[in-house]
């Protein structure tokens, strides 16, 4: 029989996994290969230019172009603070001076004898990359960043929002079918990655920035909510950069979706751990989805799992990704070979799963995810 290809989201409680911490322009690694390092740490860094700001220096002098040179103070690649003069004209008998002085602090880009422009840019921006995650560093790439590797539990969610973050994890609920209410976020969930189950609601996140909670996991997210949260609609751009003082990691979808068992029974076992999140999503031109990650101790007995593409085969435990069923976990139990006419007219494979509340359903296989372990 030939093999079958879906779509699938990681949840192991060992995994080998690499990551590239990587800086968006050159600039200067802190660390060397074998050093051990962890979440917090700085691993390499740059300055971002400054932005540019013309300054029509000839215009503001009064005086031609050509004429500039005579009357400037200052020379291209210069550093500037704040009302330093630029230029200054000699006036009458030493009287009626007009003395132009700079509107920023940073430096000059240059100075232009043809048009009297000058480029003025803004002080530049210190940029650190650090690790994420607790691990060592496998490979350096010199003037860039680097490899970090480690053995962790790994989670990959299904949505989420902001950017990376760590914290210890804090179970709110005893089963993956419970919501947590607002009132149950207090000082003890500062600095904290809560896990809230199958939905957060806008209260609760509105409380846990008031407290200070580091991230939230939860199975679903109501995405009026989301709009509100954010003052807009996601569409299908990339998330993970939103300011909201927090991450949220959705294992499930949107709605109220009961967590499923396997990630809740893993975020259950290290409940207390440290774990780093992000809520980086992405679903056209290269997949991203939102991690959970935390880190165990290394072992000898570790092996690094080769990426491949999920298998279909029965027993495969898989997710609905299509209403009417969308969010429900099953497990595949026929894989039919024949093309089979569906309710658009077309002619497609299928699957047969058995879904967790016990109904069968006879399901596009395009219209599935595979929970890889």
Known sequence: MAQAYSPGLKCTENIILKKDRI????GKVKVKKGDKVVASDVVAETLLPGKVIPFNLANKLGIAPNLLEKYLKVKAGDTLEKGQTLAQTNGFFGLFKTEIKSPIDGEIENISKITGQMLLREPRIPIQVKAFIDGIVVEVIEEEGVIIENQSAYIQGIFGIGGETTGEIKMLISSPEEEIKPNQIDESCK??????GSLVSFDVIKKCQKVGVAGIITGGIDDHDLKKLLGYNIGVAITGHEEIGLSIVVTEGFGKINMSHKGFELLKKFNGHKASIHGITQIRA???RPEIIIPIKMTDE???????MATLEIGTTIRVIRQPNFGLIGKVTALPEKLTKVESETMVRILEAKLENGETITIPRANVEVIES
Request: proline letters at 5%.
């Open 23 to 26: 800086l968006p322009i050159k």
């Open 302 to 308: 570790a092996v690094e799992k080769k990426a491949e």
């Open 191 to 196: 600095d904290k990655i809560v896990v809230c």
């Open 286 to 288: 290269g997949v991203m």
